[in-house]
C-alpha cells in the first residue's frame, strides 16, 4: 500500500538514527575515561600547534561539520590563533556530547533532553559570538573604530522594546514587505467565514478549470501565506496557473474570546466548514485537498473522522511536513512532558492563549546555529543591516494558540501520540486512520527540524489507503513544493486521483565509498548532483521495518544473506549475484550496465557495514 520514493534525504536520516542505535548499544565510557580522551585531545592539539609554529604542515586535530558557516572566514584556519580556538572548541562541545551519548541509566526523554541543553550551551559558547574570538568581529571593529558596536546596541535595544521587553531578534528587514503589496498578491476573494476561519476563492487565470477545487488547510502557527509569498515563490499561484480552482482557509489570530475552542472545534469549523462552503459556491461534492504541518495533522484527523462517519467528499490528499505518528517527532517533544505541560497549561489559563512569541523561540532554539546566534553577530556585533527575506518575515509573523486547543494538541500528539495508536476521539467518535481510504501524496524534507523525515515515514504507514512519499534532499520551501507536485497536479487535471514517479539514474560516479549520482524521472531531471545511500526504492509488500530499519534482505533459501559471500568477486559478478533477490535496491535502466553494477556493489558494501 506504501510507495517510497527516497533521493537520499528519508534514508540518510534513517542511517544517521541507526549510527545513534550503534552508539547507544556499544560498551559506553565512563566520565573518567572520557575526561582522560579529552585530556589527550588537548596534548595533541597542543603538540600540533607547536609544530606547526616551527613551520610544518599539520592536519588539523578538530574540523567543523561540512557546512558550519560559523567557521567560514579564512582567518579561522590561516590565523594559529584563532585556529587553536577553534579547535579547542570543536573538541570541548564533542566531549560534552559524549558525556550524554555515554551517560548510562538515562530514558530516552531525558537523554534527549540532555543532549538539546548541551547543544544550545554549545552553540552559545561558540567563539564566532565573541568581540575578542571572532576574526572577522575583530577586523570589522578595529576599521570602523567600534562604529559597528554602537549600531549594533542600538538595534538590540530597538529589538528589546519590539518585544515589550524581551529579545524580539529580527532576521529580516521588515519595512521591505507588507503582506497585499509583495506578499500574498495572488488575485482572490474571502467567499466564507466564521469565528476560527476565512475561506479564501482564488480567481482562475486559465480559460478552463479542473473541475474538481483543491482546498489547502495551513497551519495556525504563523499564517497562511507561506504558501502565497512573492509571486515566483506563490505555490498557490502556481497552482491556478495550473488550472485548479484554489481555496485555502486563513486562521483567526485567537485571544481571550477563542481561549476554550479545543481541536474539535478547529476541525468542524475548519476544514468541514470550508468542505460544506466549496460545495455550496461550486456545486461540487469531492474535493482535492492538502495540509501543511499542524494543518496536514488536522487534515488527517480530519480524514479519519470522516471515515468514521461516512463522509467521502475528499477525494484526494496531499501532505506537507505532516506528522501522524509523533513517535520520532524530533527535538520539539524535549518541552513536552507532564510537568512542562501543566506549568504551560497554568500560563495560558492566565489570558485563554499561548502568545506567539513562546512557539517563536522555541522553534529557533531547534535551529539556534542558524536562527539564534547568526542575527546575534551581524546585527549586534557587526551591525549591518537587515536583509530583506520573504520567508524570514513570515516566519517572524507569528500568531497566538488558543490554550484548550494548544493543550489538546500538545497532548494527544507530542505526549501520548493517541492518534497513530487508535485513541484519539473527537466529536464521540474514535478515529482509525486505518479506515482512511483516500490516495494520499506525502512530502517529507531531510531537514526539517518539526517534522522529521523519519517521523512523516512512520506516520504514511498508519493510513489505511495507497501513499506515496517522497523525500527531496534540501530543506523545504514552497519551490520544493511544486518542484515536486507537478506530476501529481498534472495527474489531477486528467481526472486522476493517483500517480507514481520513478527516478532513475543518469549517471553514476564512484569517489571513495560514496555513490554520487544525478537522478531524473519522466517528469524532468534533477541536474544538480548528489550523494545518495539508496536510489531508488520501489516497495510493494515487503514489512518496512525490515526494509528500513533491520536492513537484512532474506537470501533465497530464506536465510540472511551472506555479505562476505556476496560481496566476494568483481562488482559485475557481485551484481549478477545479487539482481532477482536481494530486493533493497533496485536500479533504473537509464544507464549502463557497468554503472548499475557498480551502484548495486558500492551499495551492498555499505549495507553490509551498517
Avoid at 559558547?125 to 568581540?131: E, G, H, V, W
Avoid at 473522522?305 to 505518528?325: C, E, G, K, P, W
Amino acid at each position: 500500500k506504501l510507495r517510497i520514493t527516497a533521493r537520499g534525504g528519508l534514508y540518510s536520516g534513517l542511517l544517521a538514527q541507526h549510527r545513534r542505535r550503534y552508539l547507544h548499544g556499544r560498551e559506553a565510557l565512563t566520565p573518567a575515561e572520557l575526561q582522560a580522551r579529552l585530556g589527550r585531545a588537548y596534548l595533541e592539539l597542543w603538540g600540533a600547534a607547536a609544530k606547526r609554529l616551527t613551520g610544518e604542515t599539520i592536519e588539523p586535530v578538530a574540523k567543523p561539520e561540512a557546512g558550519d558557516k560559523r567557521f567560514a572566514d579564512p582567518e579561522w584556519s590561516s590565523n594559529q590563533f584563532f585556529d587553536f580556538i577553534k579547535q579547542a572548541y570543536l573538541l570541548s562541545t564533542q566531549w560534552a556530547q559524549s558525556l550524554v551519548d555515554d551517560a548510562k541509566g538515562l530514558d530516552a526523554h531525558t537523554r534527549q533532553k540532555a543532549e538539546f541543553y548541551i547543544r544550545q550551551v554549545g552553540n552559545a559558547l561558540s567563539p564566532s559570538n565573541f568581540l575578542l574570538t571572532n576574526p572577522e568581529l575583530l577586523r570589522e571593529t578595529v576599521s570602523a573604530n567600534g562604529e559597528n558596536l554602537a549600531r549594533g546596541m542600538r538595534m538590540l535595544a530597538e529589538d528589546i522594546q519590539a518585544g515589550d521587553g524581551d529579545l524580539k531578534i529580527r532576521q529580516s528587514d521588515a519595512d521591505k514587505f507588507q503582506v497585499g503589496r509583495n506578499l500574498a498578491v495572488t488575485p482572490g476573494k474571502v467567499i466564507f467565514e466564521n469565528k476560527l476561519m476565512q475561506l479564501i476563492q482564488y480567481a482562475p487565470s486559465t480559460p478552463s478549470v479542473l473541475r474538481t477545487p483543491l482546498l489547502i488547510v495551513p497551519p495556525w502557527i504563523n499564517k497562511f501565506y507561506v504558501l502565497d509569498l512573492t509571486p515566483e515563490k506563490s505555490f498557490i499561484k502556481w497552482s491556478v496557473d495550473q488550472g485548479l480552482t484554489v481555496f485555502v482557509i486563513s486562521w483567526v489570530n485567537p485571544d481571550e474570546r477563542h481561549a476554550k475552542m479545543g481541536f474539535e472545534d478547529y476541525m468542524r469549523l475548519g476544514p468541514l466548514a470550508a468542505l460544506d462552503a466549496i460545495e455550496q459556491v461550486t456545486g461540487e461534492t469531492k474535493v482535492h485537498t492538502i495540509g501543511y504541518c499542524v494543518g496536514g495533522t488536522l487534515l488527517s484527523i480530519t480524514l479519519a473522522y470522516m471515515a468514521a462517519t461516512n463522509d467521502h467528499r475528499i477525494a484526494s490528499t496531499t501532505l506537507f511536513a505532516a506528522q501522524v505518528d509523533f513517535t520520532h517527532a524530533g527535538d520539539l517533544k524535549v518541552f513536552v512532558d507532564e510537568p512542562q505541560l501543566e506549568l504551560l497549561e497554568r500560563r495560558m489559563a492566565e489570558r485563554g492563549y499561548l502568545e506567539g512569541k513562546k512557539m517563536a523561540n522555541a522553534f529557533n532554539m531547534l535551529r539556534s546555529n542558524d536562527l539564534i546566534w547568526p542575527y546575534v553577530v551581524n546585527n549586534y556585533m557587526l551591525g549591518k543591516d537587515y536583509v530583506p527575506f520573504d520567508l524570514l518575515y513570515w516566519n517572524a509573523d507569528s500568531t497566538r494558540m488558543p490554550a484548550a486547543n494548544h493543550s489538546f494538541y500538545l497532548r494527544n500528539c507530542y505526549l501520548d501520540n493517541t492518534l497513530a495508536q487508535g485513541r484519539m476521539v473527537l466529536g464521540n467518535v474514535r478515529l482509525d486512520l486505518k479506515k482512511v481510504k483516500v490516495p494520499i501524496f506525502n512530502l517529507a524534507t531531510r531537514e526539517d527540524h518539526i517534522a522529521p523525515a523519519l517521523s512523516v515515514f512512520e506516520g504514511s504507514k498508519a493510513f489505511g489507503g495507497k501513499v506515496e512519499i517522497v523525500t527531496p534532499d534540501r530543506a523545504f520551501s514552497p519551490e520544493v513544493m511544486a518542484m515536486n507536485l507537478v506530476p501529481y497536479m498534472r495527474a489531477l487535471q486528467k481526472g486522476k486521483t493517483t500517480f507514481t514517479v520513478t527516478w532513475r539514474l543518469r549517471e553514476v560516479r564512484r569517489e571513495g565509498n560514496l555513490l554520487r549520482a544525478t537522478l531524473g524521472s519522466d517528469y524532468g531531471d534533477f541536474t544538480r548532483e548528489r550523494v545518495v545511500d539508496q536510489v531508488v526504492v520501489n516497495h510493494g509488500t515487503r514489512p518496512l521495518d525490515e526494509l528500513y530499519f533491520d536492513l537484512k534482505p532474506q537470501s533465497s533459501n530464506g536465510g540472511e544473506v551472506d555479505y562476505d559471500a556476496l560481496i566476494a568477486g568483481s562488482p559485475q559478478q557481485v551484481a549478477r549475484n545479487a539482481e532477482g533477490r536481494f530486493r533493497l535496491f533496485r536500479i533504473g535502466d537509464a544507464v549502463s550496465s557497468r554503472n548499475t553494477h557498480a551502484a548495486i556493489y558500492d551499495a551492498l558494501r555499505l549495507v553490509k557495514d551498517i
